[in-house]
């Protein structure tokens, strides 16, 4: 059966049709209505399918989805993910990891300044720490003294005897 089918393929559209394709070919809804269309209006399911160059189970697909959804039951629903950019891709190097010596001494330099920069941020974080943790207890000061100050003092609430 399957040999029968490579053989009308072959004397319908040539050798060509046996070479492995890189990328199957991409249907519009169109295409495939029409393809749906000369089935249903009597042709041959086989001979639609070896005509178009496609797989006859793939024709049967078709068919279905036109018969349970209709027009729409053909969209094509795949999500083809989008093709990379060319900045994206990967280069290919002759060395991998291989610097001058140039390259290699301000790598050395570069990787020396980064440490001394995250000791300073550290120390800096710290200093600031310390910053406000200072500042937190002069005001708790302050508002004590306010508190004290409000409030009235013992020796000054009782009443005097004035004789």
Request: proline share 3%; net charge positive; aromatic share 8%.
């Amino acid at each position: 059966m399957m040999v029968r089918r490579w053989c009308r393929s072959v004397e319908i559209h040539g050798f060509k049709v046996l070479k492995h394709k890189k990328r199957n070919r991409v249907w519009t809804t169109e295409e495939r209505f029409e393809l749906v269309n000369r089935v249903l209006s009597g042709e041959s399911f086989t001979s639609v399918a070896i005509s178009a160059g496609i797989c006859p189970s793939g024709l049967n697909t078709w068919i279905h989805k036109y018969k349970e959804m209709g027009y729409i039951g053909l969209i094509d629903r795949r999500k083809n993910r989008k093709p990379k950019e060319s900045h994206m891709k990967k280069h290919k190097h002759t060395q991998p990891g291989r610097h001058k010596e140039s390259e290699h001494e301000e790598l050395i330099r570069l990787r020396s300044e980064i440490e001394f920069f995250k000791a300073q941020n550290e120390f800096f974080k710290t200093e600031n720490a310390v910053i406000k943790k200072e500042i937190a207890l002069r005001e708790q000061k302050a508002t004590a003294r306010l508190k004290a100050k409000k409030q009235p003092s013992s020796r000054n609430s009782e009443p005097k005897d004035i004789d």
